[in-house]
Structures are given as C-alpha cells and as structure tokens.
C-alpha cells in the first residue's frame, strides 16, 4: 500500500473528501453577494481549517499522532475499542440531522438551538431536566450573543416567525 508521510495513503480519504468540500463550498460562497455571503464564508473557512487539522493529525511520525491526542483523544483508540453501530444507529442520526434541518427552517435558530440541545441532553441525563434547560438556555443565549450582537448577522427566525426560503 502506498504511503504518504507515515501513513497509508487511503488514511487520508475522508479528511481530503472534507477538505475539498469545503474548497468547494467557499468557491461557491463567493460568488454570493458580499451581503450574503459572510456567514457561509465564515462556515466555510473554519470547516477547511478543520479539515485541514484532520488531514495533519492523520500523518505518521510523531507529530500526527500528538496533533490527534490534542484534538481528539479517543481517536487513537485501537479499531478493536471503536464501538459499533447497528443500522439503526445511523438512520437515528441521519433522521435527527434531517429533524434539525427541519426545525430551523420551521422555527429558526434561537428555537431550534433551545429544543434540540434540551432534547439531546434529555436523552442522554434523563433525570436532570432543571439543569438541561438551564444548559440549553445558556446555550441559546451564547449562540444569539455569539451572531447577533458581536458579529452583527441577522439569525434565521424560522418560517412561523417571518422567515422566507
């Protein structure tokens, strides 16, 4: 199998996928009007800088390696301790990405941010429901200073609230 600095080439598969999705993805964000296209341009970017510590942490020697403890720890867990998923693992996920999708375009952002964190802490804290909302408010709260007052973006208000497609 052919190696690329340390590590088998097809190592580096999803991480360059990632990062040529995202190339593509600001390429088309730029052909936006500059109005339009600041929050996907900012998505953008951090997705390939994202990809790009992917794509350097899955290098051999020994700065692959301390880059991947530093980023994400249970990533250099033999294959052997990688839990496994059923099918119906993963069309849960999908089917809650599609959920997501579906309320932020419904609801909006805000909403969307404070149902779908409560639910999510819910499932996983079943008897904490005070500190989830709590969590999911805080959350909401950081997400709404985070876009509407530092960078000043006009958030989604959703479908039910004014919103257009």
Known sequence: MKQLLGSPVTRYIP??????????????????????????????????????????????GEFGPALMRAVNPAGLKPRSDAPTH??????????????????????????????????????????????NAAIAGAATLGVWLLFAILLRLQLYPGLLFGGVL
Request: net charge positive; hydrophobic share 60%; charged share 10%.
């Open 86 to 131: 059923t099918t119906a693992d993963l069309v849960t996920g999908i089917g809650l990405i599609a959920v997501l999708v579906a309320l932020f375009i419904v609801v909006g952002v805000l909403p969307t941010t404070a149902l779908f964190t409560f639910g999510a802490l819910t499932l996983a804290y079943r008897s904490e429901l005070i500190r």
């Open 15 to 60: 991480a360059v996928v990632a990062w040529l999705f995202a190339a593509g993805f600001l390429v088309l964000t730029y052909q936006l009007p500059l109005s339009a296209r600041s929050t996907p341009a900012l998505v953008g970017w951090i997705t390939l800088g994202l990809a790009t510590v992917d794509i350097l942490s899955r290098t051999g």
